[in-house]
């Protein structure tokens, strides 16, 4: 039987309602069932994809190709279960799959309404492909309250009625805050946000407290009382820290035995938090620390980078050491000798990005690097800026650039308009939508044998790694990038495009035209961000 928990907010946004849902799905594993878990974000674009990163945070792509919600990446890094375009889906989304449907006649006849066209389209998106699982946590974006989520809570009340308590729960998340001035914490506006969510027809059966101190028993009880909900089901939920701490927090809460609780499951014995208890533990003993700076455009939102500073921190459990992130404008590095700033770091990393701002900072970034031998690795956009400094500073194209830019020069990174994808062949079309059209998902990269990339994935000959771009490096200039001395040592399986670029002679330089950060787990680190930050250990000891 598949069980389905909603969970939903309330009182206030970023909550950390991701991290909470992530925890469950972990603490349900460890209990030996399989689990799933899904976000219904209430915004109507059709997918996050076209959204600039200080919006809502990164843009987290699923091997089959989805660009979904942040809380995607929270999901797999907890669960190690790997999401798919089925786990996110957007208002936007359900609307225009209802609406095609109307126009193609699939609703002949009928007024098309919220209730039931929409939430019919909600409920069939939740439950799709579920069967194989234990549990399945929905994770309704937003906060109890909005206009915009109310469909989804309508659909899921309406889940709720037809599954039944044995097969449905409800968790809310809400704030208990302290105030200072009276030194009391405050129950009332949880009181007010199940209010809100009983006005739509849903009694959660838990509550998860977030709180920045204990929440004494009365209080506990208080909630319990007015918001209709077994005390031991109030779950406090303070502030940890590692974040990978959270689901031994919220067991030592009771939380997977008030689940199990609920769904008449047998709750007396305890969940297997071995993974978690290594990973706390192993931060805990860390010794000495790496500063890394991240050269990058969207500093100001650290969201938008959240996976790569989860990789770079399992990169630090790998290594037992304390990763210390330095956030950069690339910007500020367009003036004479700021480049210098980097003078005190162990690694330089170019991130991902979109458009020509910022990119000259992240050329002298790279430039540093590779000069000065300080451990590099470039992702994506960081890969290409890598490639167009190796062909301006090595290979003497003095012009050389991406045709992502205005103005480009020579093109040694380009728009592609077609590529092979297994035996399918991609097409896009030059000024097409923006919207879902890049190069993305998983795709197989061929390792060079002997390279630096070869023996950091274990001398797998091959890797799959998911991609989010649009522009690739021109293979039609590699025979001159390498005889300036960079080495292509990943190719895609026929040899078109190229994926991953190295320094030999450089201590630890490697740019990769995928995101590997997207499938670092912090009980498996990936092999790039364990290897970067190990040669960032050792530049550590040199300077
Ligand atoms: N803007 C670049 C491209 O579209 C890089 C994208 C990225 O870094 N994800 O190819």
Excluded at 74 to 79: G, S
Excluded at 194 to 212: A, F, H, S, W, Y
Excluded at 334 to 340: I, N, R, T
């Amino acid at each position: 039987m598949t069980r389905y928990v909603f969970i939903t907010g309330g009182v206030v946004s970023s909550l950390g309602k991701g991290i909470a849902s992530a925890a469950l799905g972990a603490l349900l594993q460890a209990r030996g069932f399989n689990v799933r878990l899904r976000k219904l974000d209430p915004y109507l674009n059709v997918d996050p994809g076209t959204m600039a990163p200080t919006q809502h945070g990164e843009v987290f792509v699923t091997d089959d190709g989805a660009e979904t919600d942040l809380d995607l990446g929270h999901y797999e890094r907890f669960t190690g279960v790997a999401a798919t375009k089925r786990d996110n889906t957007t208002t936007g989304r359900i609307y225009a799959d209802v609406l095609a449907k109307e126009r193609a006649g699939g609703f002949l006849g009928a007024t098309i309404q919220v209730i039931p066209h929409i939430t019919d389209a909600i409920k069939e998106v939740i439950k799709r492909d579920t069967e194989a699982y234990d549990f399945v946590l929905v994770e309704i974006g937003g906060t109890v309250g909005d206009i915009e989520s109310l469909p989804f809570l309508e659909a899921i009340r309406q889940l709720g009625n037809e599954l039944g308590p044995e097969e449905a729960m409800f968790v809310h998340l809400t704030l208990v805050p302290y105030i200072p001035s009276a030194k009391e914490l405050k129950t009332k506006p949880t009181q007010h946000s199940v209010k809100e969510l009983l006005n739509v027809g849903i009694q959660p059966q838990m509550l998860l407290c977030r709180c920045d101190r204990e929440i004494p028993e009365s209080e506990r009880a208080k909630i319990a009382l007015f918001c209709n909900v077994r005390p031991s089901a109030v779950i406090p939920a303070l502030d940890v820290s590692p974040i990978y701490a959270v689901p031994i927090a919220y067991h030592d809460q009771g939380m997977d035995r008030e689940v199990l609780r609920h769904f008449r499951l047998p709750y007396d014995g305890e969940p297997d938090l071995s993974r978690w208890r290594k990973i706390v533990d192993s931060m805990a003993s860390a010794d000495g620390e790496v500063h890394i700076a991240i050269v990058g455009k969207y500093t100001n939102l650290l969201d938008s980078y959240k996976s790569l500073s989860e990789a770079l921190i399992h990169g630090g459990i790998a290594n037992k050491v304390n990763v210390k992130l330095e956030f950069v404008d690339s910007e500020i590095f367009e003036k004479p000798d700021a480049v210098l700033r980097l003078e005190g770091v162990h690694g330089i990393l170019v991130p991902g990005g979109f458009g020509e701002r910022g990119t000259q900072g992240k050329i002298e970034a790279v430039r540093f690097a590779r000069e000065r031998k300080v451990p590099f690795l470039g992702i994506c956009f960081g890969m290409q800026m890598a490639v167009i400094e190796a062909a301006r500073n090595l290979a003497g194209i003095a012009d050389a650039s991406s045709s992502e830019f205005p103005d480009c020069g020579t093109a040694v990174v380009g728009l592609i308009k077609e590529w092979s994808h297994g035996n399918v062949v991609e097409r896009r079309e030059e000024g097409g939508d923006l919207g879902g059209t890049m190069r993305l998902g998983a795709y197989t990269a061929v390792l060079a044998e002997g390279s630096l990339v070869r023996e950091m994935y274990h001398g797998a000959a091959t890797i799959q790694e998911r991609h989010r771009h649009r522009y690739e490096v021109n293979v039609n200039f590699r025979e001159r990038l390498e005889a300036a001395g960079l080495l292509f040592s990943g190719m895609s399986p026929d040899g078109a495009l190229p994926e991953i670029v190295e320094l030999p002679g450089h201590p630890w330089f490697v740019g990769v035209q995928y995101h590997p950060e997207l499938k670092s787990k912090p009980f498996e680190p990936h092999p790039l961000f364990a290897g970067f930050i190990a040669a960032a250990v050792r530049q550590a000891r040199l300077v």
